[in-house]
């Protein structure tokens, strides 16, 4: 039997009219049975705000807050309790700002909940309203993670375990609304999954419920064959390999968190994404076995690309060089991308979400410090990365010579290829990299 586990993302659950076309799919598709929602556009942004100041004088945030929630409840014609529930969220609130704050980043953790908390408490009155019987779960009894608040790693046992105690609810032909982005750690304290985490914990929440697909409603009808602002000619692709997303997941491809997919992945979930705006406009399936492989399909760009290349005479021939290197990265925290070798030097690109994530430089000072007493490094910014998306790179002499026809133009920091049959990539100048995109599309996909 089929069960499907749709997430809603924040522009989707906006406001009434976007939440009445978010029911709509609920209700065309019986397979539904759980619901993840993200917080109202806008709103984990004003309490981001309000933690970074420490609750105090953010009266007008917080109004700004109740007004977007209150313009959805008043449209719901039978709104006594949830009225009363959605107040004692807003008292929670303001009583959780006066609050003496002990350990900051659990306070802020906490603050941030009541987004998606009231978020998931009107979408479930809106279902009710549109006739189907809905209630919310909290996603903090089910979604268990550690304790690193702001930034938790959810642990995917205790979460299934978690799930599956519920599972009987499930099949009661109820639609459950729980929130996406926010979980506990063990000693019940609210945690969140980092910003724009939701998808995440739809993936996570739907491997845990044992779900045959999950779907991510967002703005946008799918993935592109490239940026459409960059390339007017891109389209939505209607289906791809997980692979072939595991690749794209990380290539500016916005829409999807880069880590989301791997919950659904893992556990074999068939993955959609649509635009909610526009249901009957299709989107893109991610799955194990797509019905196509074609050598190229997308054309992706990254942009503002750090290359650290470190040189060292006594590489050559040497052990051990690399794992130096690398313990002193990982030591910091430095999340490295892509790696090419010479005999002697390494060029390396440090990746932006992984380690300004964690609240830090790209190179801490003192890792650099640390490399260069055995090494050279150069550091070059300003560069964009290239990734050629499809099957078979490398075997097929074709999809090559059309890349480097392509990029002759152009000058070529860095090529990586031949770990990844999906993956082909290379650097360029940033102020070249949308016009590379361009002329691959053009050539390649088009
Ligand atoms: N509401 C959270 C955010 O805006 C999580 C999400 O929407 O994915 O970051
Ligand atoms: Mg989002």
Known sequence: MSFTVAKFGGTSVADYPSMLRCAQIVQNNPSIRLVVVSACAGVTNRLAEIADKQGKQTESLRNEIYTIHASIQQKLKSSGALELSLSQLHDELESHCQ????????????????????????????????????????ARQLLKTNSAFGRAQPDEVSTKSH???????????????????IGSDDKTQTTTLGRGGSDYSAALLAAGFNATD??????????????PRICSSARAIAEMSFSEAAELATFGAKILHPSSLAP????????????????????????????????????????????????SLSMLHASGFLAR??????????SVDLVTTSEVSIALTLDEGGSIANGQALLPAAALEELEQFCRVEIETGLSLVAIIGNGIGRDAHISQ??????????????????????????VEDSEGENVIRTLHDRILS
Do not use: M
């Not at 999950?214 to 940026?227: E, F, H, M, S």
């Open 99 to 138: 609050k003496a704050i002990a350990n900051w980043a659990a306070w802020r953790d906490e603050l941030l909940s009541f987004g998606e908390r009231c978020s998931s408490l009107l979408f479930s009155c809106v279902l009710n309203e549109q006739g189907l019987l809905s209630d919310t779960l909290d």
């Open 163 to 181: 799930c599956l105690e519920q599972k009987q609810k499930l099949d009661s032909g109820c639609v459950w609304v729980t929130q996406g982005f």
């Open 214 to 227: 999950l779907q991510i409603w967002t703005d946008v009808a799918g993935i592109y064959t490239t940026d």
């Open 264 to 311: 659904a992945i893992k556990n074999s979930i068939r993955v959609f994404i649509g635009s909610s705006q526009n249901a009957a406009a299709g989107g893109t399936y991610i799955s194990a076995n797509p019905t196509t492989r074609p050598d190229v399909r997308a054309v992706a760009l990254r942009r503002n690309q750090t290359l650290v290349t470190v040189h």
């Open 325 to 334: 290197l690398f313990e002193i990265l990982a030591r910091y925290n430095v």
């Open 402 to 427: 059309l890349t480097f026809n392509t990029v002759n133009d152009y000058a070529v920091r860095l090529i990586c290829q031949g770990a990844s049959e999906h993956n082909l990539c290379f650097l």
